[in-house]
Protein backbone atom coordinates (compact mmCIF):
# COMPACT_ATOMS: atom_id res chain seq x y z
CA UNK A 1 0.00 0.00 0.00
CA UNK A 2 3.12 2.39 0.70
CA UNK A 3 4.85 1.59 -2.33
CA UNK A 4 1.83 2.03 -4.66
CA UNK A 5 0.51 5.23 -2.51
CA UNK A 6 2.72 7.54 -5.30
CA UNK A 7 -0.26 6.54 -8.06
CA UNK A 8 -2.37 8.92 -6.38
CA UNK A 9 -0.88 11.89 -7.96
CA UNK A 10 -1.24 10.34 -11.46
CA UNK A 11 -4.71 9.63 -10.74
CA UNK A 12 -5.59 12.68 -9.60
CA UNK A 13 -3.14 14.22 -12.59
CA UNK A 14 -5.28 12.06 -15.20
CA UNK A 15 -9.21 13.40 -13.59
CA UNK A 16 -8.21 17.02 -14.22
CA UNK A 17 -6.15 16.27 -17.24
CA UNK A 18 -7.27 13.44 -19.02
CA UNK A 19 -4.93 12.86 -21.60
CA UNK A 20 -2.10 10.57 -22.63
CA UNK A 21 -4.37 7.59 -21.22
CA UNK A 22 -3.15 4.06 -21.16
CA UNK A 23 -5.07 0.74 -21.18
CA UNK A 24 -2.93 -0.75 -18.68
CA UNK A 25 -0.32 1.40 -16.91
CA UNK A 26 2.30 1.24 -14.89
CA UNK A 27 3.90 3.52 -12.02
CA UNK A 28 6.84 4.42 -13.50
CA UNK A 29 5.92 5.00 -16.98
CA UNK A 30 2.80 8.04 -15.29
CA UNK A 31 3.82 11.51 -14.85
CA UNK A 32 3.35 13.75 -11.37
CA UNK A 33 2.91 16.48 -13.19
CA UNK A 34 -0.36 16.61 -14.23
CA UNK A 35 -0.99 15.34 -10.82
CA UNK A 36 1.24 18.60 -9.08
CA UNK A 37 -0.90 20.63 -11.43
CA UNK A 38 -4.08 19.42 -9.92
CA UNK A 39 -2.68 19.80 -6.46
CA UNK A 40 -2.18 23.34 -6.92
CA UNK A 41 -5.60 24.11 -8.95
CA UNK A 42 -7.25 22.38 -5.97
CA UNK A 43 -5.08 24.89 -3.31
CA UNK A 44 -5.85 28.00 -5.19
CA UNK A 45 -9.67 26.99 -5.48
CA UNK A 46 -9.83 26.48 -1.32
CA UNK A 47 -7.84 30.13 -1.32
CA UNK A 48 -10.56 31.68 -3.68
CA UNK A 49 -13.55 30.19 -2.96
CA UNK A 50 -16.04 32.33 -1.29
CA UNK A 51 -17.78 30.34 1.09
CA UNK A 52 -15.60 28.07 3.35
CA UNK A 53 -17.13 24.85 4.27
CA UNK A 54 -13.89 22.88 6.00
CA UNK A 55 -16.15 20.27 6.65
CA UNK A 56 -17.56 19.33 3.62
CA UNK A 57 -13.95 19.56 1.47
CA UNK A 58 -12.68 17.66 4.03
CA UNK A 59 -15.35 14.42 3.28
CA UNK A 60 -15.08 15.11 -0.44
CA UNK A 61 -11.38 14.95 -0.59
CA UNK A 62 -11.64 11.83 2.16
CA UNK A 63 -13.95 10.00 -0.42
CA UNK A 64 -11.34 9.92 -3.34
CA UNK A 65 -8.54 9.09 -1.38
CA UNK A 66 -10.60 6.28 0.72
CA UNK A 67 -11.99 4.63 -2.76
CA UNK A 68 -8.96 5.09 -4.39
CA UNK A 69 -6.53 3.21 -1.73
CA UNK A 70 -8.42 -0.01 -2.67
CA UNK A 71 -6.30 0.03 -5.73
CA UNK A 72 -3.00 -0.27 -4.20
CA UNK A 73 -3.56 -3.18 -2.09
CA UNK A 74 -2.54 -6.32 -4.22
CA UNK A 75 -1.65 -10.36 -3.07
CA UNK A 76 1.90 -10.61 -2.72
CA UNK A 77 3.43 -11.48 -5.99
CA UNK A 78 1.01 -9.88 -8.24
CA UNK A 79 1.50 -6.16 -9.87
CA UNK A 80 0.18 -3.20 -8.60
CA UNK A 81 -3.39 -2.69 -10.82
CA UNK A 82 -3.03 1.11 -12.24
CA UNK A 83 -5.92 1.07 -14.72
CA UNK A 84 -7.80 4.07 -15.32
CA UNK A 85 -11.27 2.87 -14.47
CA UNK A 86 -10.26 2.62 -10.99
CA UNK A 87 -10.84 6.39 -10.58
CA UNK A 88 -14.60 6.43 -11.48
CA UNK A 89 -15.83 6.06 -7.74
CA UNK A 90 -13.23 8.32 -6.22
CA UNK A 91 -13.97 11.26 -8.98
CA UNK A 92 -17.68 11.41 -7.22
CA UNK A 93 -15.44 13.03 -4.43
CA UNK A 94 -13.82 15.80 -6.42
CA UNK A 95 -17.31 16.44 -8.04
CA UNK A 96 -18.80 16.79 -3.92
CA UNK A 97 -15.47 19.06 -3.60
CA UNK A 98 -16.02 20.93 -7.51
CA UNK A 99 -20.05 21.19 -6.08
CA UNK A 100 -19.20 23.24 -3.07
CA UNK A 101 -17.08 26.09 -4.42
CA UNK A 102 -19.77 28.29 -5.54
CA UNK A 103 -17.44 30.60 -7.66
CA UNK A 104 -20.16 31.37 -10.34
CA UNK A 105 -23.47 30.61 -9.34
CA UNK A 106 -25.54 26.90 -10.09
CA UNK A 107 -25.87 27.78 -13.91
CA UNK A 108 -22.52 28.48 -14.89
CA UNK A 109 -21.63 25.47 -12.41
CA UNK A 110 -24.04 23.08 -14.37
CA UNK A 111 -22.98 24.53 -17.67
CA UNK A 112 -18.97 23.80 -16.43
CA UNK A 113 -20.17 20.58 -15.57
CA UNK A 114 -21.77 19.78 -19.33
CA UNK A 115 -19.11 20.31 -20.67
CA UNK A 116 -16.67 18.28 -18.47
CA UNK A 117 -19.35 15.31 -19.20
CA UNK A 118 -19.24 16.11 -22.78
CA UNK A 119 -14.93 16.32 -22.76
CA UNK A 120 -15.14 12.92 -20.98
CA UNK A 121 -17.55 11.36 -23.22
CA UNK A 122 -15.99 12.24 -26.65
CA UNK A 123 -12.39 10.96 -24.95
CA UNK A 124 -14.47 7.57 -24.31
CA UNK A 125 -15.33 7.16 -27.58
CA UNK A 126 -12.25 7.92 -28.90
CA UNK A 127 -10.48 5.42 -26.86
CA UNK A 128 -12.80 2.37 -28.37
CA UNK A 129 -10.71 1.19 -30.65
CA UNK A 130 -8.15 0.30 -28.05
CA UNK A 131 -10.35 -2.24 -27.15
CA UNK A 132 -11.70 -3.71 -30.09
CA UNK A 133 -9.04 -6.75 -30.10
CA UNK A 134 -6.85 -8.27 -28.22
CA UNK A 135 -3.87 -6.81 -30.14
CA UNK A 136 -5.05 -3.35 -30.70
CA UNK A 137 -5.48 -3.29 -26.59
CA UNK A 138 -1.96 -4.64 -25.87
CA UNK A 139 -0.67 -2.69 -28.43
CA UNK A 140 -1.92 0.64 -26.95
CA UNK A 141 -0.61 -1.05 -23.14
CA UNK A 142 3.16 -1.33 -24.77
CA UNK A 143 3.07 2.55 -26.54
CA UNK A 144 2.03 4.01 -23.48
CA UNK A 145 3.55 2.06 -20.89
CA UNK A 146 6.94 0.81 -22.61
CA UNK A 147 8.09 -0.28 -18.80
CA UNK A 148 5.90 -3.12 -18.49
CA UNK A 149 7.11 -6.39 -18.78
CA UNK A 150 3.56 -7.90 -18.90
CA UNK A 151 2.51 -5.34 -21.28
CA UNK A 152 5.54 -6.65 -23.58
CA UNK A 153 4.92 -9.82 -22.99
CA UNK A 154 1.21 -9.88 -23.89
CA UNK A 155 2.08 -7.80 -27.20
CA UNK A 156 4.34 -11.00 -28.12
CA UNK A 157 2.03 -13.16 -27.28
CA UNK A 158 -0.62 -11.07 -29.48
CA UNK A 159 2.07 -10.50 -32.37
CA UNK A 160 2.81 -14.50 -32.15
CA UNK A 161 -0.69 -15.68 -32.86
CA UNK A 162 -0.72 -13.47 -35.63
CA UNK A 163 2.27 -14.99 -37.44
CA UNK A 164 3.99 -11.66 -36.80
CA UNK A 165 6.92 -13.56 -35.19
CA UNK A 166 9.60 -10.52 -35.84
CA UNK A 167 7.20 -8.15 -34.29
CA UNK A 168 7.06 -10.95 -31.40
CA UNK A 169 10.69 -10.67 -31.75
CA UNK A 170 10.98 -7.43 -31.18
CA UNK A 171 8.54 -7.34 -27.86
CA UNK A 172 10.08 -10.59 -26.28
CA UNK A 173 13.64 -9.20 -26.52
CA UNK A 174 12.61 -6.16 -24.55
CA UNK A 175 10.91 -8.04 -21.86
CA UNK A 176 13.94 -10.64 -21.68
CA UNK A 177 16.69 -7.24 -21.57
CA UNK A 178 14.13 -5.68 -18.49
CA UNK A 179 13.83 -9.30 -16.90
CA UNK A 180 17.13 -11.63 -18.04
CA UNK A 181 15.66 -13.85 -15.14
CA UNK A 182 12.03 -13.84 -15.91
CA UNK A 183 10.88 -17.61 -16.82
CA UNK A 184 8.45 -16.34 -19.32
CA UNK A 185 10.94 -13.95 -21.40
CA UNK A 186 13.43 -16.72 -21.73
CA UNK A 187 10.90 -19.76 -22.82
CA UNK A 188 9.41 -17.14 -25.32
CA UNK A 189 12.86 -15.77 -26.81
CA UNK A 190 13.04 -19.85 -27.00
CA UNK A 191 10.12 -19.97 -29.43
CA UNK A 192 10.99 -16.93 -31.75
CA UNK A 193 14.40 -18.63 -32.07
CA UNK A 194 13.41 -21.93 -32.93
CA UNK A 195 10.70 -20.19 -35.38
CA UNK A 196 13.94 -18.64 -36.76
CA UNK A 197 15.30 -22.23 -37.06
CA UNK A 198 17.66 -21.58 -34.47
CA UNK A 199 17.53 -24.51 -32.78
CA UNK A 200 20.84 -24.20 -30.11
CA UNK A 201 19.44 -21.16 -28.83
CA UNK A 202 16.04 -22.06 -28.29
CA UNK A 203 16.80 -25.22 -26.07
CA UNK A 204 19.63 -22.89 -24.27
CA UNK A 205 16.54 -20.22 -23.34
CA UNK A 206 14.30 -23.27 -22.54
CA UNK A 207 17.15 -25.09 -20.71
CA UNK A 208 17.41 -21.57 -18.69
CA UNK A 209 13.39 -21.17 -18.18
CA UNK A 210 13.44 -25.16 -16.57
CA UNK A 211 16.33 -23.93 -14.56
CA UNK A 212 14.23 -20.81 -13.12
CA UNK A 213 11.06 -22.65 -12.92
CA UNK A 214 11.27 -26.44 -13.32
CA UNK A 215 7.62 -26.30 -13.84
CA UNK A 216 7.65 -24.46 -16.55
CA UNK A 217 5.07 -26.00 -19.22
CA UNK A 218 6.01 -24.15 -21.77
CA UNK A 219 9.40 -25.24 -22.09
CA UNK A 220 8.40 -28.44 -21.17
CA UNK A 221 6.31 -28.63 -23.91
CA UNK A 222 8.58 -27.19 -25.84
CA UNK A 223 11.75 -29.11 -25.17
CA UNK A 224 9.50 -32.32 -25.95
CA UNK A 225 8.90 -31.02 -29.49
CA UNK A 226 12.10 -30.04 -30.21
CA UNK A 227 13.52 -33.45 -29.11
CA UNK A 228 11.01 -35.27 -30.68
CA UNK A 229 12.02 -33.44 -34.58
CA UNK A 230 15.30 -34.55 -33.39
CA UNK A 231 13.95 -38.70 -33.47
CA UNK A 232 15.47 -38.37 -29.78
CA UNK A 233 12.90 -40.21 -28.34
CA UNK A 234 14.32 -40.78 -25.01
CA UNK A 235 14.94 -37.18 -24.30
CA UNK A 236 11.41 -36.39 -25.58
CA UNK A 237 10.22 -39.19 -23.41
CA UNK A 238 11.63 -37.02 -20.46
CA UNK A 239 9.72 -34.13 -21.12
CA UNK A 240 6.52 -35.77 -21.77
CA UNK A 241 6.78 -38.06 -18.65
CA UNK A 242 6.97 -34.70 -16.55
CA UNK A 243 4.21 -33.35 -18.83
CA UNK A 244 1.94 -35.90 -17.32
CA UNK A 245 3.20 -35.68 -14.08
CA UNK A 246 1.33 -31.92 -13.83
CA UNK A 247 -1.61 -33.02 -16.06
CA UNK A 248 -0.91 -30.90 -18.67
CA UNK A 249 -2.16 -32.06 -22.51
CA UNK A 250 0.36 -33.78 -24.63
CA UNK A 251 0.02 -34.16 -28.29
CA UNK A 252 -1.02 -37.49 -29.10
CA UNK A 253 2.14 -38.21 -31.33
CA UNK A 254 4.37 -37.36 -28.98
CA UNK A 255 2.65 -39.79 -26.60
CA UNK A 256 2.94 -42.80 -29.46
CA UNK A 257 6.80 -42.24 -30.14
CA UNK A 258 7.41 -42.16 -26.41
CA UNK A 259 5.34 -44.63 -25.00
CA UNK A 260 8.16 -47.61 -24.92
CA UNK A 261 10.66 -45.33 -23.04
CA UNK A 262 8.26 -44.28 -20.42
Given at each position: ??????????????????????????????????????????AAALYLRRKA??????????????????????????????????????????????????????????????????????????????????????????????????????????????????????????????????????????????AEGRTGEAEA??????????????????????????????????????????????????????????
Amino acid sequence: LYENSAAVLPYLGKVFFPFNLSVMPVLKDMSLLPGLAALMLIAAALYLRRKAEPRKNIFALLWFLLWLMPSFIRPAGLPPDFTEHRVYMPFIGLLLFAADLNFAGRARLAGFSLAALALFAGISVSRLGCFRDRLSFWENAAATSPGSLMNRTKLGAAYYEKGRYEEAGVQWSRALEMAPDDPVANANMGAIRFAEGRTGEAEALWRKALELAPGNLQALGNLAVLNYERKDYRKTALYVRELLARNAPVHAGLLAATEKYR
